[in-house]
């Protein structure tokens, strides 16, 4: 968070913690800080971080209960996955491109992907 940015603070709130959120930090069903909490321990005011809940709920990332607080919305699971396979596939397509420019066959690479996979 910084002021000196020229993104609205709310902004900055909402666009953290919808990453946050892509990342798998923070998972679905997962409690958000109450917005008296996080607005004391920005040391901002309450409103700015209603108007940043405000918008995740709008654009689907956050659900807000009355009494019980804001939470990591489960119905855009599907969403989250899919950008995670977008990242994944991105990596995949380096690591072809790696493969291919060595001569490593693509059995060879399967092997590694199997045996990465089930490391613990």
Do not use: W
Not at 34 to 53: F, H, P
Not at 93 to 112: H, M, Q, V, Y
């Amino acid at each position: 968070m910084s002021n000196k940015i020229s993104r609205p603070l709310y902004e900055q709130i909402s666009s953290q913690v919808r990453a946050q959120i892509m990342s798998g930090e923070l998972k679905a069903g997962e409690a958000l800080p109450s917005i008296r909490a996080l607005a004391k321990s920005l040391q901002i005011s309450v409103l700015t971080v209603q108007k940043a809940y405000d918008l995740l709920q709008e654009d689907g990332f956050i659900e807000t209960t009355a009494g019980k607080g804001c939470y990591v919305s489960v119905q855009n699971q599907d969403f989250y996955l899919e950008e995670q396979q977008k990242k994944i596939e991105a990596h995949f397509n380096e690591a072809i491109e790696i493969a291919r420019a060595s001569g490593i066959p693509l059995e060879k690479l399967l092997n590694l992907l199997r045996l990465l996979y089930e490391e613990d």
